[in-house]
């Protein structure tokens, strides 16, 4: 599975931002794709994710209530849509994918840079 991330840049606090994904290279039906972000000087964590089989979605806390992830499986294209930016979501954001039944993230896409600053 190939990844590739974009749609990031300079937002205003308080602004919104949507990110994509797109994926190529093999069925997804029995994989989940999850968003994560590393900002400086910090570890890489995890954002959200989708389940493609059945849509499901699953969310870090530091998510939950401001960003959501969608899918369309036709288009392979996952998406992160940002609300209530705060400068601390200031990041690189990757997209990965990993088999239903790994649970490891295997496939990673070079990252998308998200600054939120004023």
């Known amino acids: 599975v190939q990844l590739q991330a974009s749609g990031g840049g300079l937002v205003q606090p308080g602004g919104s931002l949507r990110l994509s994904c797109a994926a190529s290279?093999?069925?997804?039906?029995?994989?989940?794709m999850g968003w994560f972000r590393q900002a400086p000087g910090k570890e890489r964590e995890f954002v959200g994710s989708i389940i493609w089989s059945d849509g499901s979605t699953n969310y870090a806390d530091s998510a939950k209530g401001r960003f959501t992830v969608t899918g369309d499986r036709a288009k392979k294209t996952m998406w992160l849509r940002m609300s209530s930016l705060k400068p601390e979501d200031t990041a690189a954001y990757y997209c990965?994918?990993?088999?239903?039944?790994?649970?490891?993230?295997?496939?990673w896409g070079p990252g998308t840079l998200v600054t939120v600053s004023s």
């Open positions: 990965a994918a990993k088999w239903r039944t790994s649970s490891e993230y295997h496939f």
């Open positions: 290279g093999h069925t997804l039906s029995n994989t989940v």
